[in-house]
């Protein structure tokens, strides 16, 4: 089989089908619960599963593309997206729905990861700029194209908690085997390594030396605030949504979602060269006022104000997420990069994982709204106190000041 479209092209839509089915079951949350008479807690549940397998897939597998090459696995990512969304897709009860979360959980870290690595290797000399910029896009669209096309089937489609999978078991399964035809310039094969060892799936994560500890402590803030904000409308939305505006159903919820997602990267993209200090403290006033704002709305059910929040989120999860990488990439040294990342999005997953099953048990037993109002006052509790010291910390501010003060120094 002989492919004309070039290898870069075909691992982008790799990693596009391969993340994709990672948030498309988020507009379908409400029709599970009506469905299976689920309580809040099970659907938290349900997206904390998730979150788990992608944090162990981070943990156990992240450095493997390194060893074995990025096509093998990207191919037993896929391979895994394809065995959970089936399961997803034929599950009857929470228990079966939660082993195939987790499996693509565990599935979109390999894929992510390996496809990263292989686009790098893909592209032309010197284009790491555009490689970084390339990866970001292609993330996000894939991550929000799995809501808008579940929330689009949830709404308008018969048996969607069956059919809402078909799309990705069809283009997953068309990736896997583009993959497996596909032929590989020698400048991107792996090299011969050693066997694996159990050493190279322990996990490993590092922590910066004492003269950048607090700045890494700031900075781990930022995904912990943007991963749980975008959390609660990723797992929570469809369930009250109708609270919100006048209108609901999954078709609403999925386009949230995935307007969140496009308009983070388009932001990351704008904000490319803003100061990191001013780019990270913007980052969480903007999420502190978003989740203000759905604090207002609760009452006031505006589709404004939802608009305005939804747009406020996906700015404020765009630069931290810009300032988050950036600070990443200046207190890293050559040995503990991928270390430091995997710390740094570590932190990003609890701050998914732990505030949900707390909006879930609170939702439980006294209620979605003192859930929703309980979670907005903690990120605004933690958020303003972050940006104020992110914005000021000598470390996060620009590189080029420091020199200043030693030079006026020995003046």
């Keep these: 089989m002989k492919l004309k479209v070039s290898p870069f092209a075909w691992v982008s839509f790799a990693m596009i089908v391969g993340v994709m089915g990672t948030a498309l079951i988020s507009p379908l949350y409400a029709l599970y619960k009506e469905t299976w008479q689920l309580q809040t807690?099970?659907?938290?549940?349900?997206?904390?599963?998730?979150?788990g397998g992608a944090l162990c897939g981070l943990l156990f597998l992240g450095r493997l593309p390194d060893r074995v090459g990025f096509r093998p696995m990207m191919q037993l990512g896929l391979t895994l997206v394809l065995l959970g969304t089936a399961i997803s897709m034929l599950a009857w009860d929470i228990a079966s729905l939660n082993i195939g979360r987790f499996l693509v959980g565990v599935a979109s870290s390999m894929v992510t990861t390996s496809a990263t690595m292989g686009l790098s290797k893909l592209s032309s000399h010197g284009?790491?700029?555009r490689v970084a910029m390339m990866t970001g896009f292609l993330m996000a669209f894939g991550f929000g194209l799995g809501p808008l096309v579940g929330g689009i089937i949830g709404q308008w489609v018969p048996s969607p908690l069956t059919?809402?999978?078909v799309p990705t078991l069809i283009l997953g399964t068309l990736g896997l085997t583009v993959l497996c035809c596909l032929r590989l310039p020698e400048t991107s094969k792996p090299k011969a390594t050693p066997r694996l060892t159990l050493r190279d799936i322990?996990?490993?994560?590092?922590?910066?030396d004492a003269s950048a500890s607090g700045a890494f402590v700031l900075t781990c803030c930022l995904p912990f605030l943007a991963f749980g904000v975008f959390g609660l409308y990723a797992s929570?939305?469809?369930l009250f949504l109708g609270k919100l505006v006048p209108w609901d159903g999954p078709v609403v919820s999925g386009t949230a979602i995935a307007l969140i997602l496009f308009a983070s990267a388009a932001v990351q993209v704008i904000a490319g060269r803003m100061p990191i200090h001013w780019c990270g403290a913007s980052g969480t006033i903007a999420l502190v006022l978003s989740n203000a704002i759905l604090i207002l709305n609760l009452r006031a059910s505006s589709a404004t104000l939802f608009a305005l929040g939804v747009l406020l989120t996906a700015v404020g999860h765009g630069m931290t997420m810009l300032a988050g990488m950036s600070m990443i990439t200046r207190l890293a040294g050559p040995g503990n990069r991928s270390g430091l990342l995997a710390t740094y999005l570590v932190a990003g997953y609890v701050g998914s994982m732990i505030p949900m099953m707390g909006i879930g048990w609170i939702a439980d037993h006294w209620g979605i709204e003192i859930a929703i109002y309980s979670f907005c006052t903690m990120v605004i509790a933690i958020g303003l106190p972050v940006a104020v010291l992110f914005q000021r910390h000598p470390r996060i501010r620009p590189a080029i000041t420091q020199p200043s003060l030693q030079e006026a120094k020995n003046k």
Excluded: E, G, N
């Design 202 to 208: 322990l996990p490993k994560l590092v922590w910066p």
């Design 41 to 51: 807690s099970d659907i938290s549940l349900i997206y904390v599963m998730y979150m």
């Design 236 to 238: 929570m939305a469809p």
């Design 163 to 165: 059919f809402a999978y």
């Design 127 to 129: 284009s790491v700029q």
